[in-house]
């Protein structure tokens, strides 16, 4: 692959340096990444005789009024006297509501918490509310060392909801507190009656939710690092090192030289204004016997000011968030590789800061994407899909079964899904796959088009392609549109989370504040579905 057209290497290279980035330690504090793995159990005894320092209960919110759902974990006099006590303490069983009580010798535990579950049908939960409210059970219990969960467990499923709701509402991120911080519990034990547990791989199902709920914490950790600290360089060793150990990974980390070599332009061009330089970082799991290939392209813009098309001190305070997709494929790639997943999976990471200086790309440059396609770059605050270009070129180049990419692509994104609805767009039999990761791991995606007639928006007078189009709305589309030039004919699917990547309010169930992980679980999601078809 020669250099054909456009520039592709800063001509001036400007000192490297870290400054005060130096100074901050990286505190070697247990992180609820670390902690996960361990922090899962399960145990078929009853909530009256669990050794814990709190038992989590769940109450429905009937017609009638709350009712809980104690399921023989308290001894049926103290289940009679809580039951007439909830309308007192307040419950409706409203989903997520949380209060504790003490328990007062009922049981063996100091207190017990009372969760919302909502109107709920015992013998058809929806699975994502279970998570839901376990997570928000789990997030009032920091500070706490071991809980146990007795909410309605009755399958496989089931027990996996609790438990990655569990763990995941255990998340703190305290890594810059000076304070001693409480974190979330270091035991979790799920309670399954004898009569469930008959059948059931429990021990399977907490070892894939303790993956899950570990890659989802490694997606919320590099997001939530500020942006001083997780530079391009700094990204890439941590995917290095989150790697080690996991049989049948790679990671390959190109630097700006090997960048110019392979002729990416597009990440080259975004990180050429920072100090700190870009960098594309590759990780290959290939497990034996493996009969499908997914590849999958992640947006690490480590942070995003929207470069000399700066953008506005409010819209760029959550910018450390733009690394989110990058983020999303490390964590599910490692997750496939952690639960041994029979599908081949190869994560792209295209890393950069966009920052303005003397070295940055000016608005009207014209730069090169991997495999000659040119690109008059009209705002530089659009550099995720030139990032995205190389990335996706890249990708598609192997010839893997299908490619998804995932990204904190645009406002528009978040303009028309909100917060916590993310979209997917591309090939309808891949958007199809994403659609089924999402539903069955509990995200939430939804479909938009790529409408062909957007083509002609992105059309210059001197390149290729321009990276903006006019202002006609429709902004997420046309990102997407730009996005297809780069796929070739590999069966292709776009996932914008710029919205559902980073929650700026509270939390809710197990969606901390801050990084949320969005994507983690769709593409183990899909990955995992390759695997069984
Ligand atoms: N990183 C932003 C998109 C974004 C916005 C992510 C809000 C998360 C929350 C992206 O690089 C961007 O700035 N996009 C521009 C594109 C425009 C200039 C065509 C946007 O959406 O405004
Ligand atoms: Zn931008
Ligand atoms: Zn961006």
Redesign the pocket.
């Known amino acids: 692959m020669g250099i054909t057209k456009g520039p592709l290497v800063r001509s001036l290279a400007p000192a490297r340096h870290e400054g005060a980035t130096k100074n901050i330690r990286n505190v070697s504090l247990l992180s609820a990444y670390d902690r996960c793995m361990s922090i899962l159990k399960h145990e078929t005894t009853q909530g009256s005789s669990v050794k814990v320092d709190a038992l989590v209960l769940g109450v429905a919110q009937a017609e009638s009024g709350p009712e809980l759902l104690a399921a023989g974990h308290l001894q049926s006099k103290y289940a009679e006297q809580l039951q007439s006590a909830l309308a007192d303490l307040g419950m409706t069983g409203a989903h997520g509501t949380v209060t504790r009580i003490p328990s007062l010798g009922a049981v063996q535990a100091n207190s017990i918490v009372l969760v919302g579950l909502g109107e709920i049908d015992e013998d058809a939960i929806d699975l994502e509310k279970l998570r839901q409210a376990a997570g928000s059970a789990a997030r009032s219990l920091t500070g706490l060392g071991s809980v146990a969960f007795g909410l309605p467990i009755h399958s496989e499923e089931q027990l996996a909801a609790v438990a990655e709701g569990a763990a995941m509402g255990t998340y703190t991120f305290t890594e810059y507190k000076s304070g001693d911080e409480k974190v979330g519990p270091d035991t979790v034990v799920l309670l399954v009656s004898k009569a469930a547990a008959k059948g059931m791989d429990a021990q399977g199902v907490l070892s894939r939710a303790a993956i899950i709920a570990k890659h989802v914490m490694l997606a919320r950790d590099l997001v939530n690092t500020p942006p001083n600290v997780l530079s391009p360089a700094e990204f890439a060793d941590r995917a290095a090192a989150a790697a080690k150990g996991i049989s049948g990974v790679k990671v390959e980390v190109w630097d700006e030289s090997r960048l110019a070599k392979e002729g990416c332009g597009g990440i080259l061009g975004v990180g050429q204004g920072s100090s700190r330089p870009p960098c594309l970082v590759k990780v290959s799991y290939s497990p034996r016997g493996a009969n499908s290939h997914v590849a999958i392209v992640g947006k690490g813009?480590t942070f995003?000011t929207?470069g000399i098309?700066l953008?506005p001190a409010m819209?760029m305070v959550?910018?450390k968030?733009?690394m989110g997709g990058a983020a999303a494929v490390l964590g599910s790639v490692l997750a496939a590789a952690e639960a041994g997943v029979k599908t081949r999976v190869t994560g792209w990471l295209a890393i950069a800061e966009?920052m303005p200086s003397h070295t940055a790309m000016r608005p009207s440059d014209v730069i090169t994407i991997r495999g000659g396609k040119t690109v008059e770059v009209l705002?530089t605050?659009?550099?995720?899909r030139l990032v995205m270009a190389d990335a996706l070129a890249l990708a598609s180049e192997e010839q893997p079964d299908i490619v998804l990419d995932i990204a904190?692509?645009?406002?528009?994104?978040?303009v028309a899904f909100g917060r916590r609805v993310a979209a997917v767009m591309g090939d309808l039999d891949v958007v199809n796959e994403v659609l089924a990761g999402a539903a069955a791991t509990g995200e939430s995606f939804w479909p938009m088009p790529l409408p062909e007639e957007l083509a002609a928006e992105l059309k210059s007078p001197v390149a290729d392609l321009k990276n903006?189009g006019s202002p006609n709305g429709g902004?997420m589309l046309l990102?997407g549109v730009f996005l297809q030039n780069f796929v070739g004919e590999t069966p292709w699917a776009h996932l914008d989370i710029?919205?559902p990547?980073?929650n700026e309010g509270k939390p809710y169930g197990y969606v901390t504040a801050g990084g949320t992980g969005m994507g983690v679980r769709t593409l183990l999601g899909v990955v995992e579905h390759r695997a069984k078809a």
């Open positions: 813009i995003d929207g098309s953008k819209s959550t910018m968030c733009d966009n705002n605050d659009a550099e995720g904190t692509l645009t406002g528009a994104q978040m903006i902004g990102a710029a919205g990547a980073f």
